[in-house]
């Protein structure tokens, strides 16, 4: 049976680096037979949290539904039902993007998290997905995971969707040109990595 493969994309821009990056990615798992989605998440209707935390009242394994009438559901929904997930973001002020940021805080509902309860414990702790995590930067790709926090950032929400990371992808020096392109290299290893998802 083919794979599922979504990915999450958290930059602003079509036809940049994170894109450029994210699409050799899935091309490679489409050669190996992979089926895949991209979402754009400046093309869904996300809310803010409103720390209502009714997500999170309900005990259980199954992930609390949001009250929040917006495109959330259909995405996790969606993660859910795949075998493996791409989350991607460039680095913006140190971290990932705002609007990865309003993702991330919406998942609430993978914790059961009471009232009363000194803090969140999570609904599984089985990772079933497998991820690749993908941040770009104008400092050198190195530096992403020692002087930012978007690896910690993307490895979290990887983490809270239950999937383990088995690929990272740094890409620097990134902030030199409006319309900057991975290197061919870059975008082979991109490739590679996306074949081993499948």
């Known amino acids: 049976m083919n794979k599922k493969i979504v990915a999450i994309v958290g930059s602003y821009r079509k036809g940049g680096t994170i894109d450029a990056a994210v699409e050799a990615i899935l091309a490679g798992a489409r050669e190996k037979g992979a089926k895949t989605h991209t979402l754009y998440l400046t093309e869904q209707h996300i809310e803010f949290c409103t720390n209502c935390r009714e997500c999170g009242m309900k005990e259980g394994p199954e992930r609390g539904k949001c009250q929040q009438n917006d495109d959330l559901e259909g995405i996790l929904?969606?993660?859910?039902?795949?075998?493996?997930?791409?989350?991607?973001?460039?680095?913006?002020?140190?971290?990932?993007?705002?609007?990865?940021?309003r993702?991330?805080?919406?998942?609430l509902g993978c914790f059961y998290w009471p009232w009363g309860q000194?803090?969140?414990?999570?609904?599984?702790?089985?990772?079933?997905l497998k991820s690749i995590l993908v941040a770009s930067s104008a400092m050198?790709?190195?530096?992403?995971?020692?002087f930012t926090g978007a690896s910690t950032a993307l490895r979290?929400?990887?983490?809270?969707?239950?999937?383990?990371?088995?690929g990272t992808l740094w890409i620097g020096l990134a902030g030199g040109e409006p319309d900057h392109q991975p290197s061919a290299r870059t975008l082979r290893r991109a490739r590679r990595m996306g074949m081993k998802l499948a």
């Open 118 to 128: 000194p803090a969140p414990k999570p609904r599984s702790k089985v990772h079933t």
């Open 77 to 101: 929904t969606e993660i859910e039902a795949a075998d493996a997930v791409v989350l991607a973001s460039p680095v913006n002020c140190g971290s990932v993007t705002a609007i990865f940021r």
């Open 140 to 146: 050198p790709g190195f530096m992403i995971p020692l």
């Open 103 to 107: 993702f991330m805080e919406r998942l």
């Open 156 to 166: 979290r929400a990887a983490n809270i969707l239950g999937a383990k990371p088995v």
